[in-house]
């Protein structure tokens, strides 16, 4: 018999996942931010690991993605973080905007 697999609960900090380091502002929203054909994330020991299908249901999940629930994600984000009105109404669009654009794109930036 196999051992049981363990869980392990790992935490990971986003901190830069939006900004790389750099200080979270309205430019967010930049077009050429949405349009980013990066797939962050996607080193090359993982690709033999990819299974087409999932990832294309991935791409459908993540392309439900709207305004109004990066919104509420956004809106969650501690008061003591300082993010003014105008930078979390350009997050959220970022996020959603940025889903509609990975979604769309994903299975042919991976098997092109």
């Given amino acids: 018999t196999q ?3 363990e869980m392990v609960l790992m935490a ?5 996942a939006f900004t ?10 930049n077009m050429d931010n949405v349009r980013d054909v990066t797939v962050f994330g996607c ?3 993982f690709v033999s690991l ?3 299908a999932e990832v ?12 109004g629930i ?3 994600f956004v809106a969650n984000v ?22 509609a654009f990975v979604a769309s794109n994903l299975a042919e930036w991976l098997w092109p």
Avoid: S, Y
């Fill in 43 to 45: 080193f090359p020991e």
């Fill in 50 to 52: 990819l299974e087409r």
């Fill in 3 to 5: 051992p049981a697999r």
């Fill in 78 to 99: 501690p008061t003591e973080w300082e993010v003014e009105p105008a930078v979390r109404g350009a997050w959220a669009g970022f996020i959603a905007d940025r889903a």
């Fill in 20 to 29: 790389c380091g750099g200080e979270l502002t309205r430019r967010i929203g």
């Fill in 56 to 67: 294309e249901a991935c791409a459908v999940r993540l392309g439900n993605m709207r305004l």
């Fill in 70 to 72: 990066a919104e509420e």
């Fill in 12 to 16: 990971i900090d986003h901190t830069h």
